[in-house]
Structure formats: structure tokens, C-alpha cells
């Protein structure tokens, strides 16, 4: 069945559902599922350079007034320019999104939530309450987050969906990271290395995990520690600040964006994610798949990720004292480590798959796509 499916998001720089899109435009490429992307930020936008060949339209559009939540006319031509039976909305763009959708006279219109804080404003909470009623499906990264829309936000249940997020294990697998990368980042032989992929937000809390390094310089967990911070955004100034100011230059390292995530993922002993919220982290599946063991606070969908059976390696949320002491743990014992590899990527590859994600959202689209043409066909009797 043939569907046209335009995916409205804020951005395409650079991020977890980015990559996940990126992913889905390969994958259906040359498939009867066209994709076309919408994006508000006014930029390109690095993953967006990168999947635009592959998508059927690709539209940026400047940042409108605070009028075009109301009349979102730029965005609603724009939907009409893609002939979308299916409008995909991701966090950030829900209100705005389904109100041009409508306008635009779509049929279909899910909306994806990534995660949230668990902080919302009222309003925020009631503008998506609001939304939702515009939405057919709300698809929720994870049950806890499924909860949280229903009951603090007022989605209806039966219009929420959980789907997974998924990643290609086939990609992101263990293998050994070049020793050009450890050059190059200036880690010596033999150190052990705990670090992080993501947007440089203040969401991700990333200051936790440079304290965390910090206070193990006091600790002997047997072999040198580095630490190393991946990716890009607004914070990066403060946690460069913080890593000066913590005397850590030599010891943690912020290169930026990567294009290789496998690899700066293989280089990981430990995966670390400290985050005030989470939905469900594609960089730490990413992570699991790599083979790297990870130390996790419970946020979001992080301890359902890992499991029972590594249980141990979640800290409550917020609990810097306790991050470190487990992380000082795992780092000191290569079996726990080991071990913990071996079940966390054994937990994605069973429950995580990129093509069990991508087969679920494959299904409302064209569910979607065939309700809207039997209104159709029913309108024009």
C-alpha cells in the first residue's frame, strides 16, 4: 500500500529521534512509504543535510511569530506541499503540528513523545491536551511515559500507543575502537573510559558526569579514568567551563559532534547517562548494542532498558553519591563489566530492535492512510 507520510519536527541538527528518522528515511527509501520532513528552526540542520537525498520533499521553514501557533499558515502550505496522507509529529512541534495537519486537511496525525521533564507547565500541559484531541495516535517512547500522558497531561488511553524506540544491532555492535580515535582524544594505553552521546542540553545534566569523574580521581579503581562527552548544543560553554574549573582538562574530553557513533561507542568501558529525564535513549541502546556496560540514574525508560538482571547498575535519580560509587565499582571489576555488557546488549537486541519499531509505526501509517481514503471515498458517493 502506498503512503505519503510527512514527519514535522523543530529540528534536524543533530539528537536521538533525529538519528531514529534518519534511520526510517533509509529504510524506506525506494519503498511505497514516501517521506518527506518538515522542519521549524529555520536550518538545515546536520542529520537533515545528510537524509535529505533520501526523502521525497524537504521543506525548512523560518521560525514564525508567536501568532503562528494560532494561524500556522507557513506550516500548513508546506503540509499541503507534501500531499501528506499521514502527518508524523515529533516533541517540540505537537500544538502547532496537528492544527496545520488539520488545516491542511490530512486524514492521518500521530504524534510522537520523546520525553518530557515531568515539570510541564499548566499551559504547556494544556495545549497538548488540547492537541491531543487533533491527533489519532499518541505514541508514547516507553510505558512510563504512556502513563504520564494520561494522567498528567489528559491524553485519551485509548489514543496512546507505545512503541519502542529501536536500533540496528546489526550496526551498532561490539568490535574494538581504532587506536587512532584514543590518539586523537589523547586517552592513554590502558585507561579506562566512561562517557556519554548526546545533546549538550541541560536535560542531559551532563555536569553530573563531570563530577562524577572528578570525585574518582580521589578513588582507586585500579587503572587511569577518562572521560569523554560527546555531541553539541547550548551547554557546551558551561561544561567546558565546569571541566576548567574542576582542573579535569587532561582528564575529560568534549570533542563535539561525531560521525562515527559506533566507534566512539566501542571506545567505552562504560556508558554513562545522568539525565534529569529521558524518554527511552536511543544513545544509550546504542550504547547497550556497542558492548559497552552502563551506569544509569532512573529516569524514563532507563531501568526497564536494562532490566532486572542489571538492576545494580541503576541509581536513583539526582543521586550523584550513589552514581559514583557504582561507577567506581564497575570500573574497578572487569567480570562486572563484562557481565554487564553481555546482558545489556543480549536485553536490546532482544526488545529493541529497529525493524520491530519501525514495523509498528509502518502499521499506523497505513491503517491511517486507509481510514482517510475510505472517508474519501465515502464523501465523494
Known amino acids: 500500500m502506498s503512503v505519503r507520510v510527512t514527519h514535522v519536527v ?18 524506506l527509501a525506494g519503498t511505497p512509504v514516501a517521506l518527506s520532513v518538515i522542519s521549524l528552526s529555520g536550518r538545515e540542520g546536520r542529520v537533515g543535510a545528510a537524509v535529505r537525498p533520501l526523502l521525497d520533499q524537504y521543506h525548512v521553514l523560518q521560525p514564525g511569530s508567536s501568532w503562528s501557533m494560532l494561524v500556522p499558515v507557513a506550516l500548513t502550505r ?7 496522507d499521514v502527518v508524523h509529529l515529533h516533541s517540540g512541534v505537537w500544538y ?17 513523545e520523546h520525553g518530557r521533564e515531568h515539570s510541564d507547565p499548566r499551559l504547556m500541559r494544556l495545549l497538548d491536551r488540547v492537541a491531543s484531541r487533533r491527533t489519532d495516535f499518541v505514541v508514547a517512547v516507553s510505558d512510563r511515559l504512556a502513563g504520564y500522558l494520561a494522567g498528567a497531561v489528559g491524553v485519551r488511553p485509548d489514543a496512546i500507543v507505545t512503541i519502542r524506540n529501536g536500533v540496528d544491532t546489526d550496526r551498532f555492535a561490539p568490535g574494538a575502537a581504532p587506536d587512532a580515535l584514543r590518539r586523537a582524544l589523547g586517552i592513554p594505553d590502558g585507561a579506562l573510559v566512561v562517557g556519554s552521546i548526546g545533546r549538550l542540553a541541560p536535560v542531559k545534566a551532563y555536569e553530573r558526569l563531570i563530577e562524577a569523574v572528578a570525585r574518582l580521581r580521589a578513588m582507586d579503581v585500579g587503572r587511569p579514568v577518562r572521560g569523554v562527552i560527546w555531541g553539541d548544543g ?4 558551561a561544561l567546558e567551563a565546569k571541566v576548567r574549573e574542576s582542573g579535569l582538562v587532561d582528564i575529560v574530553h568534549l570533542p563535539g559532534w561525531t560521525e562515527t557513533p559506533v566507534l566512539a561507542h566501542r571506545l567505552l568501558d562504560v556508558f554513562a547517562l545522568t539525565s534529569h529525564s529521558e524518554g527511552t535513549s536511543v544513545s544509550l541502546l546504542e550504547s547497550l548494542a556497542c558492548g559497552a556496560a552502563p551506569v544509569v540514574m532512573d529516569v524514563g525508560a532507563n531501568a526497564d532498558i536494562l532490566g532486572p538482571e542489571l538492576a545494580g547498575q541503576v541509581v536513583p535519580a539526582g543521586d ?9 565499582a564497575t570500573l ?6 563484562r557481565c554487564a555488557a553481555q546482558a545489556g546488549r543480549a536485553s536490546v537486541v532482544a526488545r529493541y530492535s529497529f525493524d520491530a519499531m ?5 502499521r499506523l501509517y497505513e491503517d491511517l492512510a486507509a481510514r482517510g481514503r475510505g472517508v ?6
Not at 234 to 237: A, H, K, M, S, V
Not at 320 to 328: D, H, I, N, R, S
Open 96 to 112: 502547532k503540528g496537528a492544527l496545520a495537519a488539520r488545516r491542511a486537511g490530512v486524514g492521518g496525525v500521530v504524534y510522537t
Open 332 to 337: 574497578r571489576d572487569p567480570e562486572r563489566r
Open 376 to 381: 474519501e471515498r465515502r464523501a465523494a458517493l
Open 358 to 362: 519501525m514495523a509498528a509505526y509502518r
Open 234 to 237: 547550548d551547554q557546551r560553554p
Open 78 to 84: 508546506a503540509i499541503r506541499a507534501t500531499r501528506a
Open 320 to 328: 550523584v553519591a550513589g552514581f559514583v560509587a557504582v561507577l567506581a
Open 10 to 27: 523543530h529540528d534536524l541538527h543533530g539528537g536521538g529521534f533525529e538519528s531514529l528518522i534518519a534511520t526510517m528515511a533509509g529504510r
